[in-house]
């Protein structure tokens, strides 16, 4: 069983609301887990996966902290994407270690672009010592139609009902045509031009020394991206097979783990790694 408690606290000049999942132990816990929301979402998460998670973790001995940005959910203020909510998590994790004082370390756990926000924050403050990352969000127009080639079209071509419509005329030829070859173009750019965001979370990761679990979709093709990362750079190969570094895949899940077996599968695996080290 856990317990909740309602959090405000302050970011510059905004209130921010959050709650606080906490553990029915008689001695306080020494680790937990604050989560980091992404894209134009609020802590409850898609299909609630941030609450139950957060009571998942809770029940299983470690507090759990889920909040909205500043301009999500009950927060004040203007909405900002995840390039600009550092000072977000700045006010989060401080909240979480005044709120648990018996507690000394923390763990970052993100989805999508709250994963890559999560690693750019996790060397701002030595109490963190663990990233949670799921399906870290690396897009780039390379990156993308890379992988829309490889795992959309390549899959279409053994689709018979591909074939059945090319043969039938009930399929635009010349546009799927002009469609792949901007694709193909765009594939070939130059990567200096368009691997920023990659290269910046690879410096995040190499300066964190932290624990990193990263948890990817099967069916997912931000997932896919990331995971092309490694098979295409021999530095985030690298990177991804140091013993600090673990990563799983879900078959079949989808990018925000829409099913329940999917969702209790990241639980648990999160659960575990947290008590593993």
């Known amino acids: 069983m856990s317990q909740a408690r309602v959090l405000h606290f302050r970011c510059r000049d905004c209130w921010l609301f959050g709650i606080l999942e906490l553990p029915d132990l008689r001695a306080p816990a020494r680790r937990g887990v604050l989560i980091v929301t992404g894209g134009p979402q609020y802590r409850v998460g898609s299909h609630r996966q941030f609450v139950l998670l957060s009571r998942h973790l809770a029940a299983n001995g470690n ?8 301009g999500m959910g009950d927060s004040e203020g203007e909405m900002r994407d995840f390039e600009s909510v550092q000072d977000d998590l700045a006010a989060a994790v401080h909240q979480f270690f005044a ?44 990156s993308l139609a890379r ?13 018979r009902e591909f074939w059945r419509k090319l043969a039938g005329g009930g399929f635009g030829v010349r546009r799927a045509f ?11 750019a130059p990567a200096a ?11 995040a990761l190499s300066d964190f020394r ?22 295409r750079h021999a530095h985030w190969r690298a990177l991804m097979e140091a013993p600090r570094v673990r990563q ?10 829409a099913r329940k077996s999917w ?12 008590r593993s080290w």
Request: hydrophobic content about 45%; glycine content about 6%; proline content about 4%.
């Open 210 to 231: 932290g624990q990193v679990l990263v948890i990817l979709s099967g069916a997912d093709i931000g997932a896919r991206e990331f995971q092309a990362l490694a098979a």
């Open 263 to 274: 969702r209790d599968q990241v639980a648990a695996i999160c659960a575990d790694w947290v």
């Open 248 to 257: 799983t895949v879900i078959p079949q899940a989808n990018h925000t783990f």
């Open 63 to 70: 507090p759990a902290l889920r909040f909205d940005y500043r």
């Open 178 to 188: 002009n469609g792949v070859g901007q694709l193909i173009a765009a594939a070939r």
């Open 147 to 159: 992988a829309t080639l490889r795992h959309y079209y390549a899959q279409r071509l053994k689709d």
């Open 193 to 203: 031009q368009v691997e920023t965001l990659p290269q910046r979370l690879y410096q």
């Open 99 to 142: 709120a648990l004082p018996a507690m000394r370390e923390v763990v970052l756990w993100g989805l999508c672009d709250g994963a890559t926000a999560a690693a750019f924050h996790a060397t701002r403050d030595r109490r963190i010592t663990g990233l949670v990352l799921l399906n870290p969000w690396v897009r780039t127009d390379q």
